[in-house]
Each structure stands twice: as structure tokens, then as C-alpha cells.
């Protein structure tokens, strides 16, 4: 099974601020990773997907990048409604498996 | 509208089974795999198991294999998760989630949940 760590656990950030997320896999994903957003009481959304590509409907500040092992989602200036709960995801393998989150928060 | 809308959650007591079904509208179900995604109270995602459009490929995590049993019907729009032998440790919410297409698996659409609560 391949193991995603995400760091940090907390990333406590200012609206306007820019935001590093980052996702590190066991073993090579290659770019077979996508990143979610969930808010308290909601269901995730797709956010990036392959590493890089923006989902639909997703604003331009949400970018992500790496390859391999390392993985990290940028968020270049933080909007009052992107204080949230952030996973990543890696397809590259069965079982499916997440990182256990990072929270943004105010 | 892509939308999908689960049922079925409870409380059951351990040991008990319980079915869920996640009725889906506004694309093709068939042109889809479809995923369930459990999330335990305060806690992260975990992926449960997968079916391809067809039914041809299904997939279970490893903490489900041999209690759990995903189908699908395609004329019904509907997707089903029969959960046996339940724990305390499968309390969660459940998710059904849409896969981006029938062999990407990154999950583009998601539920609002049905919430199974094991506990005596």
C-alpha cells in the first residue's frame, strides 16, 4: 500500500497570505495524484488532478506541482474561503489511499 | 446537473448488516466508474471500494474484503454498498463518489453522505 504523508498537519495563514501544502508518497506515484478541498460539514472537491491540472470550475490561485514522491499544492493568496481541510489522493496503485490532511486555518 | 444522492445509513448494532445505495442523475451512469469513500468522525478519507461501468472491475480496501459487496444497476442509475458484519471501526460517513472517467480514479462528483453508526 502506498503511504501519503502530508505536511504540515496545520498551516495557520492570513487571508492574502500564499499557502505550500505538500504530499509525500511511500514509493513513486509518478503524476497519478490529485488534491481535494473539504469544508466542515461538506463533501471534498477535486481540486488538481495528474499533479498539475486544475479540475473545472477551480480558481486560478489553486496550482500544483512534483512528480515521483514529492508533491505540493500552492495556493498563491489565500481567500477568506479556501480556510479549509486539504487531502491528496494517489491513483498510481490499489488500494487507493489519501494523505491524511492538512488544515488551513485563520 | 451531475448529482449524487446516498441513502441507507443507520444505526446497527455490531454484527448487524446494513445496504446503502447512492442514486445518481445527470451524466451516463454506465460511461462511469463509481466509488465509495468513508470518513470516520473527525478523521480523514479513506477509499472503501470501486466498480467499473460495466461491473467488470471492482476493488475493495482491505479492511472491507469479505464483509463488504458494491454493485451496481445501470438501468436504475443507482450503485449499492451491502455492508455485513459490521464494527464499531466502520462508523463513518459514506460517500459515494463519481470517478473522473471509467478507468481515471480521482473522484470529480461526490455525495452529500449517509451517515452508519455502529454501536450497541
Known amino acids: 500500500e502506498i503511504v501519503l504523508t502530508q505536511s504540515p498537519a496545520t498551516l495557520s495563514l492570513s487571508p492574502g497570505e500564499g499557502a505550500t501544502l505538500s504530499c509525500r508518497a511511500s514509493q513513486s506515484v509518478s503524476s497519478y495524484l490529485a488534491w481535494y478541498q473539504q469544508k466542515p460539514g461538506q463533501a471534498p472537491r477535486l481540486l488538481i488532478y495528474d499533479a498539475s491540472s486544475g479540475a473545472t470550475g477551480i480558481p486560478a490561485r489553486f496550482s500544483g506541482s512534483g512528480s515521483g514522491t514529492d508533491f505540493t499544492l500552492t495556493i498563491s493568496s489565500l481567500e477568506p474561503e479556501d480556510f479549509a481541510v486539504y487531502y491528496c489522493?494517489?491513483?498510481?496503485?490499489?488500494?487507493?489511499?489519501f494523505g491524511g490532511g492538512t488544515k488551513v486555518e485563520i | 446537473e451531475v448529482q449524487l444522492v446516498e441513502s441507507g445509513g443507520g444505526l446497527v448494532k455490531p454484527g448487524g448488516s446494513l445496504r446503502l445505495s447512492c442514486a445518481a442523475s445527470g451524466f451516463t451512469f454506465s460511461s462511469y466508474s463509481i466509488n465509495w469513500v468513508r470518513q470516520a468522525p473527525g478523521k480523514g478519507l479513506e477509499w472503501v471500494s470501486s466498480?467499473?461501468?460495466?461491473?467488470?472491475?471492482?476493488w475493495y480496501s482491505d479492511s472491507v474484503k469479505g464483509r463488504f459487496t458494491i454493485s451496481r444497476d445501470n438501468a436504475k442509475n443507482s450503485l449499492y454498498l451491502q455492508m455485513n458484519n459490521l464494527r464499531a471501526e466502520d462508523t463513518a460517513m459514506f460517500y459515494c463518489?463519481?470517478?473522473?472517467?471509467?478507468?481515471?480514479?480521482?473522484?470529480?462528483?461526490w455525495g452529500q453522505g449517509t451517515l452508519v453508526t455502529v454501536s450497541s
Open positions: 489522493q494517489q491513483r498510481y496503485n490499489w488500494p487507493l489511499t
Open positions: 466498480i467499473s461501468g460495466g461491473s467488470s472491475y471492482i
Open positions: 463518489a463519481r470517478s473522473v472517467d471509467m478507468t481515471t480514479y480521482y473522484f470529480d462528483y
